[in-house]
């Protein structure tokens, strides 16, 4: 099963903001979407969850048309993960997590074993077994982020999108919820602004620049010092990073 975007063309008013782009996430692939802060990646996944409802283009999750297809079903096989988790009521850590569980719920289901037990391996697997009854308001802004992540496990996804999901959170947080979303072992499509992290965790990257992909392949492909330099107009020198074995970079202007 692959996700796939095609032709992808998106408007908000007047601007055009996501142009003709197609993009591929095969089964057990962790890709990335880069770019400079307003360069389309965060609408161009918005359009593919359905957040915002592209001009053109299509979404496929394997024989699924997910532009056509319910909510409900679409949250059967995909999850979303985004960056700003702000509510005006409270519930317990358990309780938001449990809601990862609705769309394979009919209308009124309670809640079986079966759900309890899956909720629990989601805790379990983002460290929040010791926060389950605390309030989800009094957490920090990493902690939510975690119990948004941990609800989105809960829905067991074939697939997940990360909407820039750590980018205002420290690097411990970034750290945490990057890792545990590689060791699920599943599709992932995630908009990241750490480059360090994009080499690290992504099998491949697309590089957007002014709602067009600029680039894609390897990081090793991608990241380079003359693709950076055209993307955020800095010099930079790449390494291999001495504690991550990956790809480092130094910047100048």
Do not use: W
Not at 48 to 73: A, C, F, R
């Amino acid at each position: 099963m692959e996700l796939s975007a095609q032709g992808m063309g998106v408007s908000i008013g007047k601007k055009e903001i996501v142009r003709n782009v197609s993009i591929l996430v095969k089964k057990r692939q962790f890709v990335g979407l880069i770019g400079p802060n307003g360069c389309g990646k965060s609408t161009l996944l918005k359009s593919i969850y359905k957040s915002i409802v592209p001009q053109s283009g299509t979404v496929h999750l394997g024989d699924m048309d997910i532009l056509n297809t319910t909510e409900k079903k679409v949250s059967r096989r995909l999850g979303v993960v985004g960056q700003f988790n702000e509510m005006n009521f409270d519930l317990s850590v358990h309780q938001m997590v449990m809601l990862g569980r609705t769309p394979h719920k009919k209308l009124l289901e309670s809640d079986k074993q079966e759900d309890y037990d899956i909720v629990e391996d989601a805790l379990a697997r983002t460290n929040l077994l010791h926060y389950k009854d605390r309030s989800y308001l009094s957490l920090s802004g990493g902690e939510k982020q975690r119990v948004i992540l941990a609800r989105t496990i809960a829905q067991q996804p074939q697939f997940m999108v990360l909407d820039e999901p750590t980018n205002h959170l420290d690097i411990r947080y970034q750290l945490e919820i990057l890792s545990c979303v590689k060791e699920l072992n599943i599709g992932v499509l995630a908009a990241l602004h750490d480059l360090e992290m994009a080499a690290y965790y992504c099998d491949y990257i697309y590089a957007v620049k002014q709602g067009e992909i600029y680039a894609h392949g390897t990081p090793e492909q991608v990241l380079t010092p003359e693709t950076i330099e055209s993307l955020y107009q800095v010099k930079c020198q790449t390494y291999i990073n001495p504690v991550t074995h990956g790809l480092g970079f130094a910047y100048g202007i």
